[in-house]
T-cell receptor, first 114, second 114 residues
């Protein structure tokens, strides 16, 4: 079974703090994704990565950055957290490098920024 | 750009009743379609997917979905709902390119009455 793990289930941070969300997958998947989930808006793609050190912006990248130094690990960084970044963050991975494939999701990190 | 609409934000059914969740997509080429389910506090789990071939797709937990190109729809169905089906359901569309990116609908929350 594919396993995608996220470093924290719940996180509380203060405005202006630098926040790191970590995601690890154990199936040698090529692609990794970061989404945020808000009620009524579904999942919105923040960033994705299709190879080590390769990344592309998704639909809502503002205020976020990412890092992928190793194939299995994909980090989401909030450079200076703000209250409007309070949300559920979901990480996912998929295998095929060039096309559509099932995305496997982690359990999510619920981030609250005070 | 591709998009997905789930017209029903919230659906309530009685246990044992049939269920249909609607999904309409907008995409210029052959779409790759997915249904995911999210139980409270959990990540997303794949129910079923359509890439090509038979337009009626069987999934896990007794769910099925039918791809109708003429209606740009991919509705999810279950003949008899169980209380454990209460969850949020997401429809998603992907393309043949773009590293497996998916666009998700807003989600439909299913409540099951005993």
């Amino acid at each position: 079974d594919v396993k995608v793990t996220q470093s924290s289930r719940y996180l509380v941070k203060r405005t202006g703090e630098k926040v790191f969300l970590e995601c690890v997958q154990d199936m040698d998947h090529e692609n990794m994704f970061w989404y945020r989930q808000d009620p009524g808006l579904g999942l919105r793609l923040i960033y994705f990565s299709y190879d080590v050190k390769m990344k592309e912006k998704g639909d809502i990248p503002e205020g976020y950055s990412v890092s992928r130094e190793k194939k299995e690990r994909f980090s989401l960084i909030l450079e200076s957290a703000s209250t409007n970044q309070t949300s559920m963050y979901l990480c996912a991975s998929s295998f095929l490098a060039g096309g559509p494939d099932t995305q496997y999701f982690g359990p999510g990190t619920r981030l609250t920024v005070l | 750009a591709q998009s997905v609409t789930q017209p029903d934000i919230h659906i309530t059914v009685s246990e044992g009743a049939s269920l249909e969740l609607r999904c309409n997509y907008s995409y210029g080429a052959t779409p790759y379609l997915f249904w995911y389910v999210q139980s409270p506090g959990q990540g997303l789990q794949l129910l079923l997917k359509y890439f090509s071939g038979d337009t009626l797709v069987q999934g896990i937990k007794g769910f099925e979905a039918e791809f109708k190109r003429s209606q740009s729809s991919f509705n999810l169905r279950k003949p008899s709902v169980h209380w454990s089906d209460a969850a949020e359901y997401f429809c998603a569309v992907g393309s043949g390119t773009s590293y497996g990116k998916l666009t998700f609908g807003q989600g439909t929350i299913l409540t099951v009455h005993p």
